[in-house]
């Protein structure tokens, strides 16, 4: 004989506790367990009876139905809740959901309504349990990918949108990135993407953050790559706070196998933020005198935040630039390595913004390309593929491709 339905109802209203319990008292697939006339009560007695289903009023004093079923969900995940309502309004049922209610019922309510709706969603309690008996497995999380400078002109963006675009064409994972240069974002310009929809606009909807919300927020480019655009305006960029960063990466990282991050060059609240959540922070350098002594006071307040070495990878930018200065020099005075050098090739890139077209796709032979497939290559670790020896199935055929 399989096991009894474990119900408890929570209702202020004793008649309602009464008419609910004579209508499942007759199933022998239903067993009460226990009434509560409060939220609270009904926090109590779920925390020692651990019932399968609690039928939960959503008016009660004091407390009501959602708070209490917030707080359920997150203490007693295996019990499922019912609201039961006397309001019928899409507004009540999609609060509920939010909350975790795994159904609503509007009084009056049928005793074959009842039932079907307490065995329906015991049902799909116990498909969800064999899932995670048989699938023990934890899903693998994103890693974020942020790329740093501390001053602007240093071609942090351009290096951004490249590493991204290389990372989707020389892999098979999944790759978005995230302009959060907040006030002057300009990577749907250098992926001559036209949003639809900004992160001043998702923040808009944060409460309601989940992947399905959050995918319709990301504009595609013809790489693979999902895009979420910087605030077309200055001043919209004061809407989106440092925790509303954190929130969308922690999503991000639950739909993608890299979040490639463009950064403003500051260490304000939403900056720290991202670095926080940062798997690798690529802290873009050139070899000029103060540029390096920036990078330099970047590196220090890095190491009093306690990122670790292997979180911060120092990258130079137009390493071969006329500067009169050894790179060894500057990695002592740094006392970090540089983890990647990438060419100066002025007449490769300007071309590459100027027609919003990452020269990793438009010239994927050039040495500068080259170097952010290196750069990516150390990312992505054993994901990565290296060109086939034949002339149609290489990468760069592949790449070459996108710019039909």
Not at 306 to 333: C, F, H, P, T, W
């Amino acid at each position: 004989m399989s096991a009894k339905i474990r119900v408890l109802i929570a209702d202020d209203i004793a008649a309602t506790r009464q008419n609910v319990t004579k209508l499942l008292e007759f199933h022998p697939e239903v067993s009460i367990v226990g009434e509560a006339a409060t939220a609270e009560e009904a926090i109590r007695k779920v925390r020692s009876v651990k019932p399968d289903i609690i039928l939960m009023d959503i008016n009660m004093p004091g407390m009501d139905g959602i708070s209490a079923t917030e707080i359920i969900t997150a203490e007693v995940p295996d019990t499922s809740i019912i609201i039961m309502s006397v309001q019928g309004e899409q507004e009540y049922l999609r609060r509920a959901m939010i909350a975790g209610a795994k159904n609503y019922l509007v009084k009056p309510f049928t005793g074959d309504e009842l039932l079907q709706a307490v065995k329906q969603v015991y049902a799909n309690e116990q498909k969800r349990r064999k899932i995670v008996k048989f699938e023990p497995r934890m899903q693998e999380m994103g890693k974020v990918i942020t790329v740093f400078s501390t001053k602007g002109g240093i071609g942090k963006t351009t290096i951004a949108t490249n590493l991204a675009v290389a990372l989707a064409a020389k892999t098979d994972a999944k790759v978005a990135i995230v302009d959060a240069d907040l006030q002057f974002g300009d990577v749907g310009l250098f992926l001559n993407v036209i949003p639809q929809a900004t992160i001043a606009d998702l923040v808009r909807d944060i409460e309601h953050l989940d992947d399905k919300l959050l995918e319709g927020y990301l504009a595609p480019h013809n790489s693979g790559v999902k895009v979420l655009p910087a605030p077309l305006r200055p001043e919209q960029a004061d809407t989106v706070t440092g925790a509303h960063l954190a929130q969308i990466l922690k999503t991000l990282r639950t739909m993608f196998q890299y979040i490639v991050v463009d950064t403003a060059p500051s260490f304000n609240d939403a900056m720290l933020a991202v670095l926080d959540a940062s798997d690798h922070i690529m802290v873009i350098s050139a070899m000029d005198l103060p540029t390096i002594k920036n990078v330099k006071l970047c590196l220090e307040i890095m190491e009093t935040l306690d990122y670790g070495e292997d979180k911060i990878k120092l990258v130079l930018n137009r390493a071969n630039a006329d500067s009169g200065m050894d790179i060894r020099e500057v990695e002592q005075s740094l006392r970090h390595p540089f983890a990647a050098t990438l060419p100066s090739d002025g007449k490769t890139v300007v071309a590459s913004v100027n027609r919003g077209i990452p020269f990793v796709i438009s010239n994927p032979d050039m040495p500068v390309a080259q170097s952010v497939f290196n750069l990516a290559k150390t990312i992505a670790g054993g994901y990565w593929q290296e060109p086939q020896a034949t002339e149609t199935g290489g990468v760069v055929q592949k790449l070459k491709r996108l710019l039909g």
